[in-house]
């Protein structure tokens, strides 16, 4: 595939990557009974959300799939927000999934350089999240601002990480190439989002410059202290190549109860 194909670029997420899925193959969770949410297109690629259920119908994982190979390099900005299925909506954190293909240095942080790949899984509805303003947004707490991560400010970039009809960014410092001084460049990384001080949404951001090497990857989700509900909330952003369905597997799983 293109070494700038948005979405190959972002299932590299190589650097860093944790140990996959418990063992769990991406074919066998294909055929694992599964709830189908709506589908929508990016970058000339039907990506198609969905939910598989465990033991007493508990939702699993929550995700989308998208073929490996159908995806041209992107020229310009997009952006897709697909629906997720009524149950898991019910039952977890999650309600709609937002994904973005960015050309320019991330204007939440201002160290992002090149091009990414972001996906975020909210927790808040799309008509809440359309009327984000970042006007008078306070700042997380430490009980809902797990460490390492930080905010540099709750308005607009350059002084604050919001973005409108999105949240306020909270990123993680140690992660490479997102230090300014660093000479490591940036690869990937997950990142937290943030509305009237509770958590909104968790996302994985991958640079373009990452190379689509059909390999699976993780990014631990951190626990936050007070979500703010009682909820299943996620613990893992995982991704798994399937040779064959040549296609990729992304979601989020290991759904913990928050009281």
């Not at 350089?113 to 970042?134: H, P």
């Not at 919001?162 to 990937?188: Q, R």
């Amino acid at each position: 595939m293109n070494a700038r194909n948005p979405l190959a670029i972002f299932f590299a997420l190589a650097a860093g990557a944790l140990a996959t899925s418990c063992g769990v193959g991406p074919d066998e969770i294909l055929q694992q009974a599964r709830l189908q949410g709506e589908s929508g297109t990016l970058a000339g690629v039907q990506i198609k959300t969905w939910a598989t259920l465990g033991p007493g119908g508990r939702v699993d994982r929550v995700g989308f799939t998208v073929p490996s190979g159908a995806v041209e390099a992107a020229t310009e900005a997009q952006e897709l927000v697909l629906a997720l299925p009524d149950e898991v909506k019910r039952a977890t954190f999650l309600d709609h999934l937002q994904i973005d293909y960015q050309l320019s240095e991330h204007a939440q942080v201002g160290v992002y350089k090149g091009g990414q790949f972001e996906f975020r899984f909210f927790g808040i509805d799309a008509i809440e999240r359309a009327q984000i303003n970042c006007v008078n947004e306070p700042m997380p707490t430490a009980t809902t601002l797990p460490e390492p991560y930080l905010v540099p400010g709750t308005g607009l970039a350059p002084e604050g990480s919001c973005v409108p009809g999105v949240g306020v960014h909270a990123y993680d410092p140690t992660a490479p190439g997102v230090d300014p001084d660093s000479t490591e460049p940036f690869t990937s990384t997950l990142g937290l989002g943030y509305h009237k001080g509770a958590l909104a949404f968790v996302e994985g951001v991958a640079a373009d410059s990452l190379l689509d090497n059909q390999k699976d990857f993780a990014l631990a989700i951190p626990a936050v202290e007070l979500l703010g509900r009682s909820t299943l909330f996620p613990g893992a952003i995982i991704g798994q190549y399937s040779a064959e369905e040549d296609a990729y597997l992304v979601y989020v799983e290991a759904f913990s109860p928050d009281e």
